[in-house]
């Protein structure tokens, strides 16, 4: 099965994989034996924050993805452009994908309902996301769209938590 996608997009979604199996991992070394960790209660109202924190951060993926789309030529691989996009939801941010992305590590925290993932190591790979965006993403886009991006950067914010762009960011995709 040949994957029609770019290394650098390749690695990025295989280190997502290992920080958010590791990081559930490592936590439950930890929780194993604490008494939160088995309690049915906590799980009641854990899980169901985790999924809707879950289904928060693909919906932002599958929106952004869906705007992406709009500048990929026709042999360009997935998730890459050959043109930047500056409407729709980045018209008010960014990186609206990789902001809804950032909420993977909670989600799936909460989800599996281990204290450890949930108050230490999912707001650690939080951070650590939030550092791989200003250091990679925005340095590769740079690099691609140069003068025509600084443009873009001093005019849209990185991340907005305006309503309005939250709700284009969050909102129910559509096919």
């Known amino acids: 099965m040949k994957i029609n996608t770019s290394l650098s997009v390749v690695i990025r979604i295989t280190l997502w994989l290992i920080i958010l199996l590791g990081g559930a991992m490592y936590a439950y070394s930890f929780d194993k034996n604490n008494l939160l960790f088995h309690s049915p209660l906590f799980h009641i109202l854990s899980a169901p ?60 925290a909460l989800l599996l309902g281990m204290p450890t993932f949930i108050t230490i190591i999912a707001p650690l790979e939080m951070l650590f996301i939030i550092f791989m965006v200003i250091i990679f993403e925005e340095m590769e886009v740079k690099k691609k769209f140069a003068n025509e991006y600084k443009d873009y950067a001093k005019k849209v914010p990185m991340v907005s938590f305006k309503r309005s762009c939250l709700r284009k960011v969050f909102r129910k995709y559509k096919r």
């Open 49 to 108: 924050i985790g999924l809707f924190i879950l289904r928060l951060a693909f919906r932002a993926a599958a929106n952004g993805g869906k705007e992406l789309a709009k500048g990929r030529g026709k042999d360009m691989p997935r998730l890459e452009t050959n043109r930047l996009i500056t409407t729709g939801i980045y018209k008010c941010m960014r990186h609206p994908m990789l902001f809804g992305l950032t909420l993977l590590p909670i989600g799936w």
